[in-house]
């Protein structure tokens, strides 16, 4: 799915009550390296696409850069590099989900953005022995679906940095 990279998210709770005390997670699909992952639909407030990044001299690999988000600078950070994955060979255009954290602004760079999903709490799933540690460090919940299983990303994990003094 193509989404206009000037996009703009209403806003929009995480989760419904489905009527037996149980609910129901809402979250956008972002493709990494072929593979789907769920990102919460409340932290998520626009989807746009990245002009031009400024370098941060001396900060994480997983930081890419800044970024302008209409006049404000935020930090761009790398889903490819906190899941460990190999960057791509020359991106075409880089697309980023616009997310606030703990009062920061920060431009998740993804690959693709799909769809919203609805997940009902029967297809939670425990999280697969294979993810790996650090896999596993940046996943909330496992959902099954019908083509496979899709990682409820932790949006504290993705964007905590260790503090170095």
């Known amino acids: 799915m193509r989404i206009d990279p000037t ?3 209403a806003p929009a709770a995480e989760s419904a009550n489905t009527g037996a005390g149980k609910t129901q997670v809402h979250c956008f699909i972002v493709f ?3 593979e789907p992952f769920g990102l919460p639909v409340d932290s998520v407030q626009t989807i746009f696409g990245i002009e031009a990044v400024t370098p941060v001299p001396l900060g994480p690999r997983e930081i890419i850069g ?3 988000l209409r006049g404000k600078i935020v930090t761009a950070v790398s889903l490819r590099r906190r899941l460990n994955l190999p960057d791509r060979e020359a991106a075409r255009s880089t697309l980023a989900v616009g997310m606030d954290y703990r009062g920061e602004n920060f431009a998740l760079v993804v690959d693709e953005v799909g769809d919203v ?3 009902e709490p029967e ?3 425990l999280l ?3 993810l790996g ?3 596993a ?3 909330k919940a496992a959902y099954r679906l019908e083509n496979g299983i899709l990682s409820l990303l932790d949006v504290g994990a993705i964007f905590e940095f260790p503090r170095h003094i």
Do not use: A, M, S, Y
Request: net charge positive; no cysteine.
């Open 32 to 34: 990494v390296g072929g």
């Open 123 to 125: 297809t939670q799933i």
């Open 117 to 119: 999903l609805h997940l």
């Open 7 to 9: 996009h703009r998210l």
């Open 133 to 135: 540690e650090r896999r």
């Open 128 to 130: 697969p022995p294979h």
């Open 66 to 68: 800044l970024v302008n």
């Open 137 to 139: 460090k940046f996943t």
